[in-house]
């Protein structure tokens, strides 16, 4: 990354926590909104926001670490999310999950050499009668076999490129 980008993210992650820092909780908040902007939370974020909200690094940090959503490494092009609630592993989500992590060669939280997919577990769809179920970039699928895994991800490089 360019030192001009890195000097942009320091300036946008600074203008959302300047933003949001009178909101109650605000901590998430910023961490939402500069996730949101910059695809991750850069490890530069957590001295700039333990700045502006007057916390330790230790504690924005913490936050970051305890929470599965946020990431600070930048995501593939398409997120894939495979249910590990009670219904799904009921209906085999065990199985799903280890041929994607085959399938793809990467652990939940990581991304794909080529970049194209990063593997996230989610706990609900909400799409519990069609167990198991995963997400790619937003669109639920349920009843998904390892075929269907590797269909629709064949299709989604194929078509959102």
């Given at each position: 990354?360019?030192?001009?980008?890195?000097?942009?993210?320091?300036?946008?992650?600074?203008?959302?926590?300047?933003?949001?820092?009178?909101?109650?909780?605000?901590?998430?908040?910023?961490?939402?909104d500069v996730q949101q902007e910059l695809g991750c939370i850069p490890l530069k974020a957590v001295p700039i926001i333990a700045e502006e909200l007057n916390l330790t690094r230790a504690e924005v940090h913490g936050?970051?670490?305890?929470?599965?959503?946020?990431?600070?490494?930048?995501?593939?092009?398409?997120?894939?999310?495979?249910?590990?609630?009670?219904?799904?592993?009921?209906?085999?989500?065990?199985?799903?999950?280890?041929?994607?992590?085959?399938?793809?060669?990467?652990?939940?939280?990581?991304?794909?050499?080529?970049?194209?997919?990063?593997?996230?577990?989610?706990?609900?769809?909400?799409?519990?009668?069609?167990?198991?179920?995963?997400?790619?970039?937003?669109?639920?699928?349920?009843?998904?076999?390892?075929?269907?895994?590797?269909?629709?991800?064949?299709?989604?490089?194929?078509?959102?490129?």
């Amino acid at each position: 990354m360019s030192s001009t980008n890195n000097h942009h993210d320091e300036e946008s992650i600074s203008r959302i926590a300047r933003a949001l820092k009178g909101k109650p909780g605000a901590l998430l908040p910023i961490l939402h909104d500069v996730q949101q902007e910059l695809g991750c939370i850069p490890l530069k974020a957590v001295p700039i926001i333990a700045e502006e909200l007057n916390l330790t690094r230790a504690e924005v940090h913490g936050v970051i670490s305890f929470y599965h959503d946020f990431r600070s490494n930048p995501p593939g092009r398409h997120i894939v999310k495979i249910c590990q609630a009670e219904s799904c592993q009921a209906m085999g989500c065990a199985a799903l999950t280890t041929y994607a992590k085959q399938h793809l060669d990467i652990g939940f939280h990581d991304t794909t050499k080529d970049e194209m997919f990063t593997l996230e577990p989610v706990y609900c769809l909400g799409n519990c009668a069609c167990s198991p179920a995963m997400m790619v970039d937003g669109e639920i699928y349920g009843r998904v076999t390892p075929q269907r895994f590797q269909q629709i991800l064949e299709e989604t490089a194929r078509v959102k490129l």
